[in-house]
């Protein structure tokens, strides 16, 4: 199963549509305006709150919380390192390696790869796409994937 994510590139807020394998729109993601810290909202295309990111404040490096259906499930933190962005997942038991910066990585779930994340050259805009190995898997994913998204722009 695949998802592919699009930047909408003449907004006030990080926005994102993203579809499925058939091009469809699945859902959409919206970042609310005046905040302290990143609030970044899924929805589905009937409007209902799939999951939200929720930037912890009051941190050294940035922290962000997932949560899905008003629980929270996980959360990443930025480590502190000089050359390459690592961080630490607590989310689903899985473990993410892979090349952040340049958006080429994959999440494990055990010994095998759950989810492939890539991002797509010459569009207008950021577009990644996401390969899921468990179609089960694909909320959780998301939020997972736009939380890096937030953690790698909170700089």
Not at 31 to 43: D, K, M, N, P, R
Request: proline content about 3%; charged content about 25%; some cysteine.
């Amino acid at each position: 199963m695949r998802l592919l994510i699009k930047q909408r590139v003449f907004s006030w807020t990080d926005s994102y549509d993203v579809y499925d394998e058939y091009g469809n729109r699945k859902y959409f993601v919206k970042a609310e305006f005046l905040t302290l810290g990143h609030q970044i909202h899924v929805y589905d295309m009937q409007n209902r709150e799939v999951g939200c990111i929720r930037q912890k404040l009051l941190t050294l490096l940035p922290e962000f919380r997932i949560e899905m259906d008003g629980v929270e499930c996980g959360s990443i933190q930025k480590k502190f390192t000089f050359l390459r962005p690592k961080y630490e997942v607590d989310c689903n038991g899985w473990r993410v390696e892979g090349d952040f910066l340049g958006w080429d990585y994959d999440v494990y779930a055990g010994c095998s790869a759950a989810i492939h994340i890539s991002k797509e050259p010459l569009h207008w805009g950021d577009t990644y796409v996401l390969n899921f190995a468990d179609p089960a898997d694909e909320k959780m994913g998301l939020l997972l994937v736009i939380a890096i998204d937030a953690a790698n722009c909170s700089e």
